[in-house]
């Protein structure tokens, strides 16, 4: 089992480095939520961990970012994968059957938690002793104990005030923009509602609408959770394809009457819950160059 945990990590590194090396080439456009250029004047943020580039107008500051050093963005993709505490983790361990290979697999993960925090711990005890020679000739090891701790399955908050001179060390040269940016998204107001969407999509969507529950107009509600289907189309652009038992969807109540994954809109379950209704960002860009160009009666 541990030689498969061990094949998992290693092949979840290698994804990570693709990710990166595939968002260093694309252009904002393509990874931000807003989907367009924007201003060539306009200032961006780059995440940490999947190095996508998001506009500094399009990003919402959140209290995780208070742990991580200044000028450093996680971007909302790679911070939803947000995990339970490892003390929590330990204690539902504790709790329930020691013999299923479910807890076993946990068990892996909090020791991966901890061997990740010792690693933190040594790469510290190297800046704190100003062995620069030593940490620039171990740069490769920190960025990716740095990666692993971002992406790790289990999340120990004890480990960050470890991170933050070993990320300011491999990130120390943070462009002008960057820095801009961040500042403005910390004293920025949050904003009450999520972005209309992730994703703009310039071709109508198809989606399977043969019968079934999701024909009748009574059954379609806002919101619902279904098994992913391969028929079944989501309206963003850029879908994410999610894979799981379960995933979440949400239809636009403005006309168009899309569907859209929640993750490919960046939104969760608790956040559309709180939605009165839910305007994808095509019908509110029409709705906004109706109120500003009224049509005269």
Known sequence: MKQLVQSLRAQSSKLIGALQMANVQRTVADTCVCASVGRQDADLLVCILCKAKYHGTCCEWDPFFDRLPENTYLCMRCHRGRRPCIEDVQAACNLAPQNSLEVALVRELVSRGRELSTKAMSL???????????????????????????????????????????????????????KRAWDEMRNRPTRSSPLPSLYVRSKRGKRNTHGGKHSSKKERKKSRTVYHQDDESCSADMCLKPYGETVGWILCEAGCGLWYHYVCIGMTAESAKSLPAYVCYRCSRAEQQIAQHPVAV
């Open 124 to 178: 510290l005890g190297a800046v704190d002793n100003h062995r620069l020679s030593e940490l620039i000739v171990c740069l490769f090891r920190a960025r990716s104990v740095v990666e692993a701790v971002l992406s790790c399955e289990v999340l120990d908050m004890d480990i960050f005030p470890k991170l933050v001179p070993i990320i300011e060390k491999i990130n120390c040269e943070v462009p002008d923009g960057q």
